[in-house]
């Protein structure tokens, strides 16, 4: 049978299904009392909240907030394919666009033709940061694992010893999109590294 | 310290932060190869995310689709202090709303007061689903563990040996709001029945 014979509700439920991977593809983050680790399904709930939670602390006050929503509850679907890919480990950064563009193509591929198309270009607005509204969606994508660390004390990440100014370097893009929310997320940096989850060197 | 006296962004903190917890409220459902119970952060992820995609099947083509999925971002949130109380089980459902009123008014409470008024209103509506945004979250709510048992063989579900008929009363609500998804439900449900993990007494 040709994909396009296949009706839009089925093809649709097949996406809905397929997904369903996701709440076992695992990040370095752990859940709160340290039980295990937080996987991308859990994380994608958490900043879509924090989106409408935090809204208004937006730089930019006439984001379409659905927009950005949809960005966070779509972002981190083609890890179902390409694995989540840690911030920090540069080496796993080189090909991480182009596993990640594979697995957008079969993932929302599943979708009827026109909301597939959709959902890749909000996909690759969000990478590239290209809209107010990507910007404050990735920002938010870049504030949850600080304060996760914050309020896990760590118990994922501090092994690594990650230098507290690489995550600076690494998390400043924040600024972008709201110089509050930036304020807040440095602080937290600094409270962090007096924890000893960051190196200070 | 008066509440009132923290500033709005810190409050919005500590709801952030509190709701970590929600990734450790453990459902009936497994995630897919039932390596473990699915959580209830995931689980508002993925029917957040069934709104976005299925939101042009919904029996009512005017839908505000922010709300809808702003509903099914906290509908479960005051499952940190209730738990999360199993559909079939009568005996605990007798004093699920006297629980879970006092865990809205605790958990939302954590938000400055306006948008925490906001947040109570929108879960009282879907709860009682008195709106046609209301009636289309509470659908996909009711659909995603009958979809969740189909694609994980019913690996969580088979040992109550629940009636088919008695899921059918229980989800017959889906079609107010969707004609067309209840038809799809009925029919996952046929073919649940077929494979065993509901009884067909």
């Not at 959902?119 to 107010?132: D, G, K, Q």
């Not at 760590?154 to 995550?167: D, F, L, M």
């Not at 400043?172 to 409270?191: F, K, V």
Request: proline residues 3%.
């Amino acid at each position: 049978m040709e994909t396009n014979d296949i009706p839009d509700l089925e093809r649709r439920m097949q996406f809905l299904t397929e997904v369903e991977k996701l709440k076992t593809v695992y990040r370095q983050n752990m859940t709160v009392g340290s039980e295990r680790h937080e996987n991308s399904a859990e994380h994608s709930w958490h900043v879509a909240l924090m989106a409408l939670v935090l809204g208004g602390h937006a730089g930019d006050s006439g984001l379409d907030l659905l927009t950005v929503i949809t960005m966070l509850l779509i972002h981190d679907i083609v890890e179902i394919d390409a694995g989540d890919t840690f911030l920090y480990d540069d080496e796993a950064n080189v090909d991480r666009n182009e596993r990640e563009e594979r697995a957008a193509a079969r993932l929302f591929g599943l979708l009827p033709d026109e909301q597939r198309d959709t959902m890749v270009a909000l996909w690759r607005e969000f990478e590239a940061r290209s809209t107010p509204e990507a910007r404050f969606a990735a920002a938010l994508d870049g504030m949850q694992p600080v304060l996760n660390h914050y309020c896990t004390d760590g118990t994922g990440v501090r092994k690594y010893r990650i230098p507290a100014a690489r995550v600076i370097e690494k998390k400043r893009y924040i600024a972008d999109a709201s110089p509050e929310l930036w304020r807040y997320t440095e602080d937290i940096i600094r409270r962090s590294t007096e924890k000893g989850l960051y190196t200070d060197e």
